[in-house]
């Protein structure tokens, strides 16, 4: 888009004006207007490209002239153009986004409804404002319409953006952008384009559909925090997403015939029923006429019949029962050949029922012929779908957001097999790995009491379920750190795992890295020389080993390391609150004291069976002493 053409947004804006972005040309049908109307597919779809472009990064104008493009607007509307499907896809937002495109890069936050009211449409846009994400959307559906209303931020100040898929009276060359300044605006806009008549609500005589279309429903959807598909994996989930959705149309129009059918049924049922009743009254009425004729046509009826006619007198009895009824209906014609017919029981029973088809035949046979072609209809019906439930992806349930689930999203844990969709599997996932858990369990299982062992995530599972780069180093070290130790050597700077048994039974610690030989205590992380001194933490045997080096000695009263420069083997401890005198030669405590009586004392008691001076000492003071005294 040109910088003309955002300055003019801006101003429009500032001014508290609409700015309509719109190309000639490009909406939900075809070129030459045609075609079935997919305003779901296009909302849905501008939806996913605006929210992605958020989550990469643009933001304020640089998103605007993103959105605005004659290529972007080409993306949202070329899903309308692949969808070939006859089915009106104008309803059922649950079941578009519920498409493999959709449902891999939205979320829906919650849902609303309500009459399609400027005050509802107000609260609907200002709980819209209140998400705390920088771009978030709204799908409404109100029927036959569905748009998509943008809330995103330029200038530091929220602004609200409705796409309309539709041509309309302020863009009647295609689908269009309008950018509204404030949330009153849309508001406005919105409750002008969804206007209903309110005698919709009130009068008693329409159907309850008819009163929905002074309702709408929204659905507030949010980017995945996942990174964009590649461009052919994107076109491949948009094949398949329409597969899907086609396959769903199919069914939802057969589960359609389904129904009309079996009313079909239950209403040829019942005609058949009123038929069947009617037969068996007419048989009855037939048998009684037919048993009742047998029973007078007796042979004692007939003589005296015979001798009445003789005598040439006649009773009322006899002349009643002489002549067989005036035939006034086909059963009375039935009747009269069965009084002037003798024949045996059986000749009787077949010529009554042929007699019988012949006049009730025609609409048992049109009943029984309708049946049959219900059965075969439904039966092939039926066939088509079994057929086509087999050939739709495979479902199942979510063990954590209970939501059924295309098989393609299936990811199921090790060990208990409890099956989760991948997006409630990779939360759960990162959620543990904030908190440096390992083994991370089955969140089914982890909630059973008295079960068997729980499932974990494993390797393979975290690595198939989209972890960043930074997430499966957390995940690689905490699965070492299972069974391993993590070594940092302070000399090659390079860190290495090793056998955390191996690591625990050790008390010194060599660098396993090839061509560094640093070794290290494990205790008090100090070097040690190969082949030099036996180690110890405090220093003693370090210690130990070069007072026995120098031979020097330890006070005996409080272990202080001494040596002797010159002078005599009289030592005194200068460790405060010591106070020992020792003999340098022999070790031994001479007195611990500070008085100097007492400490003459005790030189002299011990020097008396020790040598004061060393040889060279004395020596050296005697040569002194001779100095002095010449």
């Given at each position: 888009m040109a910088e003309d053409s955002l300055g003019a947004i801006e101003k429009a804006l500032q001014g508290g004006e609409e700015y309509v972005v719109t190309f000639t040309g490009r909406s939900q049908y075809s070129s030459d207007g045609g075609g079935v109307s997919a305003c779901g597919l296009a909302a849905l779809n501008c939806t996913r490209l605006v929210l992605q472009h958020d989550q990469q990064g643009l933001r304020g104008l640089e998103l605007l002239r993103e959105i605005t493009k004659r290529e972007t607007f080409e993306d949202i509307l070329s899903i309308c153009t692949n969808w070939?499907?006859?089915?009106?896809?104008?309803?059922?937002?649950?079941?578009?986004?519920?498409?493999?495109?959709?449902?891999?890069?939205?979320?829906?936050?919650?849902?609303?409804?309500?009459k399609s009211g400027l005050q509802q449409l107000q609260d609907l846009l200002t709980r819209l404002q209140q998400t705390e994400r920088t771009a978030a959307a709204l799908v409404i559906t109100r029927p036959p319409e569905i748009i998509s209303v943008f809330k995103t931020v330029i200038n530091n100040g929220p602004i609200f953006m409705t796409f309309d898929s539709h041509p309309r009276q302020k863009h009647p060359d295609g689908a269009a952008l309008i950018i509204h300044p404030s949330l009153e605006a849309a508001a406005s806009y919105l409750s002008d384009l969804l206007r209903f008549d309110p005698a919709l609500l009130t009068d008693p005589t329409l159907h309850w559909q008819a009163q929905l279309l002074a309702h709408y429903s929204a659905h507030m959807f949010v980017a995945k925090d996942v990174?964009?598909?590649?461009?052919?994996?994107?076109?491949?989930?948009?094949?398949?997403?329409?597969?899907?959705?086609?396959?769903?149309?199919?069914?939802?129009?057969?589960?359609?015939?389904?129904?009309?059918?079996?009313?079909?049924?239950?209403?040829?049922?019942?005609?058949?029923?009123?038929?069947?009743?009617?037969?068996?009254?007419?048989?009855?009425?037939?048998?009684?006429?037919?048993?009742?004729?047998?029973?007078?046509?007796?042979?004692?009826?007939?003589?005296?019949?015979?001798?009445?006619?003789t005598d040439g007198s006649s009773s009322t009895l006899a002349s009643s029962h002489s002549e067989p009824p005036v035939a006034s209906s086909s059963k009375t014609k039935i009747i009269s050949t069965i009084l002037d017919t003798e024949e045996d029981d059986e000749s009787f029973a077949t010529r009554i029922q042929l007699e019988w088809q012949e006049q009730v035949e025609p609409g048992v046979m049109l009943a029984y012929q309708r049946q049959r072609e219900f059965e075969e209809e439904d039966r092939q019906l039926r066939a088509q779908f079994d057929t086509l439930r087999q050939t739709m992806p495979a479902t199942f349930q979510c063990g954590i957001c209970l939501e059924e689930e295309l098989e393609d999203t299936l990811a199921r844990m090790n060990g208990c097999g409890h099956s989760f969709c991948r997006s409630c599997a990779l939360s759960y996932l990162r959620s543990k790995l904030e908190e440096h858990r390992f083994p991370i369990p089955c969140p089914i299982c982890s909630t059973e009491q008295g079960g068997a062992d729980p499932g974990i995530i494993d390797e393979f599972l975290a690595q198939n379920l989209g972890l960043t780069e930074a997430e499966y180093a957390v995940f690689t070290e905490l699965q070492l750190a299972a069974f391993s130790v993590q070594l940092q050597c302070r000399k090659c700077r390079k860190s290495a795992y090793v056998d955390r048994e191996e690591y625990d039974a050790e008390e010194t610690i060599a660098c396993p890295l090839p061509g560094c030989n640093y070794v290290w205590c494990k205790a008090c992380s100090r070097e040690i020389e190969v082949g030099g001194l036996p180690h110890s933490c405090d220093g003693t045997s370090e210690l130990n080993h070069l007072m026995e080096e120098q031979g020097w000695k330890h006070c005996p009263g409080c272990r202080t390391p001494t040596s002797k420069i010159e002078g005599c083997n009289h030592m005194t401890c200068i460790s405060p609150g010591c106070n020992t005198h020792f003999c340098y030669r022999c070790g031994e405590i001479i007195v611990q004291s500070v008085i100097r009586n007492e400490i003459r004392r005790a030189l002299s008691n011990h020097y008396s069976r020790c040598h004061m001076l060393d040889d060279t000492v004395a020596i050296h003071a005697g040569s002194y002493m001779r100095k002095e005294l010449s």
């Open positions: 070939a499907n006859t089915a009106h896809l104008l309803v059922d937002v649950d079941d578009i986004s519920n498409a493999p495109i959709f449902a891999m890069s939205l979320t829906c936050m919650w849902t609303d409804y309500g990174p964009p598909a590649p461009a052919d994996l994107t076109n491949t989930l948009i094949e398949a997403s329409l597969t899907v959705l086609a396959l769903k149309a199919e069914v939802a129009d057969l589960n359609g015939k389904i129904k009309t059918l079996e009313s079909d049924n239950k209403h040829l049922a019942e005609d058949n029923a009123q038929l069947e009743a009617r037969v068996e009254d007419l048989e009855e009425d037939v048998q009684r006429r037919v048993w009742r004729a047998r029973f007078l046509d007796t042979p004692q009826t007939n003589a005296n019949r015979a001798s009445t006619d």
